[in-house]
């Protein structure tokens, strides 16, 4: 049973172009996380959020936690090449202690 | 200072074999856990070990073992290798836990094949 629903799972677009990518759940999560995996690599922690309706912001990432602390959403600004890769949420189910990951979104930003 | 060590980086084995992979963890940490990542079923918790206990364990067959030394660093082992093994295992390291209250750093993999 995949917990964390991501979409899209492929998304290409211009450089320079504004996207939001998702991470669905029917569970409640104590806290979720996005990370960001790029060829060859592990990865790579962007944010952590915990408070229902909290938002993040890193650079141009903004990054939010549902009010209902179910689903989350990143959005990027102007996007660039270097913004290339998979972009996975993970989020610890209330009450557990591990981690769940979607499967992730593949990012390709066009020069 | 030095991040997640996994070796071997690459690897190809024949069905029913067994398989060793190696991770050092950042130096103090002292959670150690392992992730299968492959294209169909994304990122999959296998274990966690902390302080050379085994503390949470994911959904997959006893064909899949770890351990972890008193130095942190651990092993994890797949024994009679199938097909559907073929993936990027993952070892990430935590200075608490592999929960996602706790910051987790992972290395860049070890690429099993099985042919």
């Known amino acids: 049973t995949q917990l964390l629903e991501q979409s899209p799972q492929f998304l290409s677009i211009q450089e320079g172009e504004n996207l939001t990518v998702y991470c669905n759940s029917s569970?409640?999560?104590?806290?979720l996380q996005w990370y960001r995996q790029e060829p060859g690599e592990g990865p790579v922690l962007l944010v952590t959020?915990?408070?229902?309706?909290e938002v993040k912001k890193l650079k141009r990432l903004t990054f939010q936690f549902g009010d209902a602390r179910k689903d989350s959403s990143l959005h990027i600004t102007a996007a660039q090449p270097g913004d290339t890769g998979l972009y996975l949420c993970a989020g610890e189910i209330l009450g557990d202690d591990k981690i769940i990951f979607g499967k992730g979104t593949r990012l390709h930003i066009l020069p | 200072k030095a991040g997640v060590t996994q070796t071997p980086r690459y690897l190809i084995k024949t069905r029913g074999q067994q398989v060793t992979l190696s991770c050092s963890p950042i130096s103090g940490h002292r959670s150690v856990s392992w992730y299968q990542q492959t294209p169909g079923q994304g990122l999959q918790f296998l274990f966690e070990?902390?302080?050379?206990?085994?503390?949470n364990k994911g959904n997959f067959p006893g064909r899949f073992s770890g351990r972890q030394f008193s130095n942190s660093r651990s092993e994890m082992n797949v024994s009679t290798l199938e097909l559907g093994d073929s993936a990027l295992y993952l070892c990430?390291?935590?200075?608490?836990?592999?929960?996602?209250?706790?910051?987790?750093?992972f290395g860049e993999g070890s690429w099993l094949t099985v042919v």
């Open positions: 070990y902390f302080s050379e206990t085994q503390r």
């Open positions: 990430a390291s935590s200075s608490s836990g592999a929960g996602v209250g706790n910051t987790i750093y």
């Open positions: 959020v915990v408070t229902g309706g």
């Open positions: 569970s409640v999560f104590s806290s």
